[in-house]
């Protein structure tokens, strides 16, 4: 028993100390989370409809290739930061640079009108965009894990903040000055980048030039590879949800208003349930969570093609915000048991890049073709088979072996 007053108060100071610090470190990856959606919000959604304005002379099929120049080209360059933040071990330095580039590139949109030249900016701004998420869940699931903090505590602001930027910029664009969009962006970024100078970074292991290329390792690993497959064929429709909802909605005879809200009401209902994930996490194991939000998401899919009465669409919106608030933080969780911790960043951005990309440019594709040959109704009954499988797949990889 320690009697010295001295000693007692010298030791709770050094407590009070560390909870300082972990606060503060957990309210700067909250707001970095916030200020990165916020940006992402802010500019994404309303892209297309600023370059459809007349002044730019551009084409239905111009204005498509800018707007989907950025996703197409993150499949390849995702992993590239990925390994590179491994290979050098230095995430935060490298979140710095694209955090204040591509809030700088987001700006060069507003100096010219040439097709050439916004494809270019468009290349360019995504080299350094498309780092933002893969970097920053790399250092908050590394913090988390050693500081016992929730994860979905901190990426549940990520959700407010896009939620905040689409409703706030939707209202103060509608009767034009949609060039107010790169400035809100640019603005959120680069306050991003001044937070981000305060996180300390937990010390990333660096992988030394003898040990194997991070993908080569990735690759073989089997788990790694189903529970992958599993997450490209539930995060696919999910995503690709995100552009045929809209359609599902304006085809039942609907506003492209209530579109709008129904998105701003399903990014709110992702906020409490990131809140909530790390605690079924603990309580039932993330397989059983994954498998259990993947069906789920296919009964709301299977429930779309149905076509259940028009207020049900308020329901399916928040079960739509339900889902992917769970299904983020865990599936996020379980990539990083799947890999030693050198290899934590590649595994995030390939799974990310893959899950989000690849996956959701391939169901975009095929869900086009679909409609084209059926209805939109057919379209949501592929979701509904391939979330089952991917369901499935989850579950496989889950009893595999190390």
Not at 388 to 399: C, E, K, M, T
Request: positive net charge; aromatic residues 12%.
């Amino acid at each position: 028993m320690i009697d010295d007053p001295r000693i007692v108060t010298m030791g709770g100071l050094l407590l009070e100390r560390k909870f300082r610090v972990k606060n503060r470190q957990t309210y700067h990856f909250q707001a970095l989370y916030f200020f990165i959606f916020f940006g992402q919000g802010a500019l994404i959604p309303y892209l297309a409809l600023y370059f459809s304005n007349d002044s730019f002379g551009l084409s239905a099929s111009e204005i498509g290739t800018i707007v989907a120049i950025g996703p197409i080209l993150s499949i390849f360059l995702q992993p590239v930061w990925g390994i590179a933040a491994d290979r050098l071990g230095k995430p935060k330095r490298l979140l710095l640079v694209a955090m204040l580039a591509a809030g700088i590139f987001t700006l060069s949109y507003l100096l010219t009108s040439a097709y050439l030249l916004l494809l270019l900016i468009s290349c360019v701004w995504a080299l350094f965009q498309c780092a933002h998420i893969p970097l920053v869940d790399t250092l908050a699931i590394e913090y988390t894990r050693k500081r016992k903090v929730d994860y979905g505590a901190l990426r549940l602001f990520g959700s407010a903040g896009f939620a905040l930027a689409v409703f706030v910029l939707g209202q103060i664009t509608e009767g034009g000055g949609l060039n107010l969009i790169f400035y809100a962006t640019g603005a959120a970024w680069v306050l991003g980048f001044l937070v981000l100078i305060g996180i300390e970074e937990t010390g990333s292991v660096h992988v030394s030039h003898q040990q194997p290329v991070p993908l080569k390792q990735l690759f073989s690993n089997r788990r790694f590879l189903l529970f992958l497959a599993g997450g490209s064929l539930i995060f696919g429709p999910i995503f690709a949800n995100n552009y045929y909802f809209g359609s599902y909605v304006t085809i039942r005879g609907e506003t492209t208003a209530l579109v709008g809200t129904l998105f701003f009401v399903a990014v709110l209902c992702e906020i409490p349930f990131m809140r909530i994930a790390s605690r079924l996490l603990l309580r039932f194991g993330a397989i059983p969570v994954l498998v259990f939000v993947s069906l789920l998401s296919a009964a709301r899919t299977a429930m779309i093609a149905l076509e259940l009465p028009i207020v049900m669409l308020w329901v399916l919106s928040a079960m739509q915000g339900m889902i992917v608030g769970l299904l983020i933080p865990v599936a996020l969780d379980y990539v990083r048991s799947l890999v030693p911790e050198t290899m934590v960043a590649t595994a995030v951005s390939t799974y990310m890049a893959t899950t989000t990309g690849l996956a959701t440019a391939l169901f975009n594709l095929m869900s086009g073709f679909v409609l084209e040959e059926s209805t939109i109704y057919t379209v949501f009954w592929v979701y509904t088979s391939s979330s089952v499988l991917g369901a499935i797949l989850y579950g496989i990889s889950g009893r595999m072996k190390e």
